[in-house]
């Protein structure tokens, strides 16, 4: 097949729609915020330009004043400007619905933009309000575009109740289907309390919502059962931590959504959210799938280790004190031997009972993990990872190197918006190279541009597809139906 075939004449050689999990609208903020005002006040839109002044305040300094501040290199030059059309559609949800064919989707969910950031909004009721207007104002640029087009609700984490406010809110009063959850919520240490306001960004920890998080997030997750909602994450982990260079944006960029996903994944997994809420699914946007198959490989690694059946092996009330004195002097280790016999031949007695106060000794408790097929259902089966088109390591979420053959759940995400994607009609055809190249069948293409996305939501509310152009195919999907030949 030739590499150089355009994304319309690529879906028309196939026999299954192609849904984008993650393309990407550009509020133009002036209009936006003043839209913002009128539907929500004078706070939501003040809060919403405050919220957007991040990066261009970043680089107005010097590098040197960056550096003494601890502040990051932002991205400059983000936005499509040699490619006009593309620059115009990003802004535009009505021409990106009439050019979706020529971009080779039929269906997209769209995230936003300005509104990756909101969530971070420290104060309370200005947060609150902002993401309240946010989403009422998505929602009305995106009406009547349903059956092609869905736009992501904002949701706040800050605590549970802000959290099930909004979602009630956004899907009952706004019909959304589709919402993205922040994570990595900055939490003020309290040993820090009273550091100056300049250095308190530096006083947090992360609440990544599954583990030692400061609240009890069940009741969100059960609101999400309820509502039919499947919990994505769209965060970054850009600006501060390891990725925090005042002079090179690319070095902050790389790695910094797989970063953030890495941290929410294992908290909900070792946090024992898949255990306990076994039918919900959850996305991980934008940082590909490598880091989701190693992930899967390093949770087993470390289960062998440091759950019960490996703690228990490394019991220091397992070692035959007696038997290491005497190998200390068959060996003529004599200095070892004499400190042995003054320690009744414990060699590390002291750390030996130290355990941090853990009340259970497996770090894997509230997985209860009895067989391999767990690992399948806790992970595999409900961790969905967005992954943009031109990243080769797409391909290893269908290869045999998985632990128990398992079939990571790739998904599809166009990026279109973002400086990421300098021409709207390529990613359908990076996708698609790896067929071409042979690291993907026709039938793993499917899962990975259509099927894992019906799954994704259509396990979540059976409904979603319903009025849109991928209806029938949707259903198949979720009836089980064998899948047709999937390219012709």
Same mark, same amino acid.
């Given at each position: ?186 939490? +003020? ?25 400061? @609240? ?114 068959? @060996? ?14 414990? +060699? ?78 390529? +990613? ?61």
């Amino acid at each position: 097949m030739s590499p150089h075939r355009s994304a319309a004449e690529i879906r028309a050689g196939l026999k299954h729609p192609v849904i984008d999990a993650d393309g990407h609208w550009v509020e133009y903020t002036p209009v936006f915020a003043e839209r913002m005002r009128k539907v929500a006040g004078a706070r939501a839109a003040q809060g919403f330009l405050a919220s957007q002044r991040r990066i261009p305040d970043a680089l107005c300094l010097p590098i040197a004043e960056r550096k003494r501040r601890g502040i990051a290199m932002e991205g400059y030059w983000t936005r499509q400007s040699a490619n006009t059309r593309d620059r115009a559609t990003a802004m535009m949800p009505r021409m990106l619905y009439d050019r979706l064919d020529e971009i080779g989707i039929d269906f997209a969910v769209i995230y936003p933009t300005g509104g990756l950031s909101i969530p971070r909004i420290a104060d309370d009721e200005t947060r609150r309000a902002v993401i309240r207007g946010f989403n009422i104002v998505t929602a009305d640029y995106f009406a009547k575009l349903g059956d092609r087009l869905v736009p992501a609700a904002v949701i706040p984490m800050h605590t549970p109740e802000e959290a099930m406010a909004e979602l009630d809110y956004a899907t009952r009063q706004l019909g959304a289907k589709v919402a993205m959850f922040a994570s990595n919520i900055a939490r +003020p240490v309290p040993a820090a309390e009273g550091v100056d306001p300049a250095l308190a960004r530096f006083t947090v920890t992360y609440d990544h919502l599954g583990l030692d998080s400061a @609240y009890d997030y069940d009741a969100v997750w059960q609101k999400c059962r309820e509502l039919g909602i499947a919990p994505t994450f769209h965060t970054g982990g850009r600006s501060f931590g390891l990725r925090n260079s005042p002079s090179n944006f690319t070095f902050n960029h790389i790695g910094h959504f797989a970063a953030a996903g890495h941290a929410v994944a294992k908290a909900l997994f070792l946090g024992g959210v898949t255990r306990r809420f076994p039918d919900l699914r959850f996305a991980f946007l934008e940082g590909g799938v490598g880091w989701g198959c190693q992930l899967f490989a390093d949770l087993i690694e470390h289960w062998e280790r440091r759950g019960s059946a490996g703690l228990a092996y490394m019991d220091p009330k397992k070692l035959n004190r007696a038997l290491l004195r005497s190998l200390a002097d068959k @060996y003529g280790y004599d200095d070892i031997a004499a400190e042995l016999a003054r320690r009744d031949g414990w +060699p590390s007695r002291e750390e030996d009972e130290l355990t941090g106060g853990v009340p259970v000794f497996d770090d894997y408790a509230a997985c209860n993990i009895a067989c391999k097929e767990d690992w399948i259902e806790l992970y595999a089966k409900p961790f969905y990872f967005g992954c943009e088109a031109d990243d080769r390591m797409n391909a290893t979420a269908f290869g045999r190197a998985n632990p128990f053959g398992a079939r990571i759940n790739a998904i599809f995400g166009s990026d279109i918006g973002h400086f990421d994607v300098p021409d709207m009609l390529r +990613p359908v055809p990076e996708a698609y190279e790896l067929v071409e190249d042979g690291l993907l069948t026709p039938g793993d293409f499917r899962d990975f541009a259509f099927a894992n996305a019906v799954r994704l939501w259509g396990t979540q509310n059976p409904r979603f597809f319903e009025g849109t152009v991928i209806a029938r195919q949707a259903a198949e999907v979720l009836s089980g139906a064998p899948a047709r030949a999937a390219a012709g």
